[in-house]
């Protein structure tokens, strides 16, 4: 059974950093691209990053790019989430998710990763 465990999350000021982490149990890690996803208060989730298998390839939101970094550690099974100055309008709960298809027109959609975290909450106050 595919587990995904979100950790890092809290309360920060605008501004400041978070990591947040991903350890992944259940599947063959290293042959998955991992995502993070975001969802605030009344909007749909979001695409925010993701990582291929290899960890060689990085896919950014717009919205963050420049200011969050996604990372692997395959041998630990866990995926990370680097974010740096934080914004007020980054307040949401986070996501991870993991797929093993390599269908790059699809990495931003939600729809293509069939396993969730149970997401981790950040808010980011002005």
């Known amino acids: 059974q595919v587990q995904l465990v979100e950790s890092g999350g809290g309360l920060v000021q605008a501004g400041e950093g978070l990591r947040l982490s991903c350890a992944a149990s259940?599947?063959?890690?290293?042959?998955?691209?991992m995502g993070w996803f975001r969802q605030a208060p009344g909007k749909e989730r979001e695409f925010v990053a993701a990582?291929?298998?290899?960890?060689?390839?990085?896919y950014y939101a717009d919205s963050v790019k420049g200011r969050f970094t996604i990372s692997r550690d395959n041998a630990q099974n866990t995926v990370y989430l680097e974010m740096d100055s934080l914004r007020p309008e980054d307040t949401a709960v986070y996501y991870c998710?993991?797929?093993?298809?390599?269908?790059?027109?699809?990495?931003?959609?939600?729809?293509?990763?069939?396993?969730w975290g149970q997401g981790t909450q950040v808010t980011v106050s002005s």
């Open positions: 259940g599947l063959a890690f290293r042959t998955y691209t």
């Open positions: 990582i291929r298998r290899n960890g060689g390839y990085t």
């Open positions: 998710a993991a797929t093993n298809r390599e269908i790059l027109s699809t990495i931003r959609i939600s729809t293509a990763y069939p396993h």
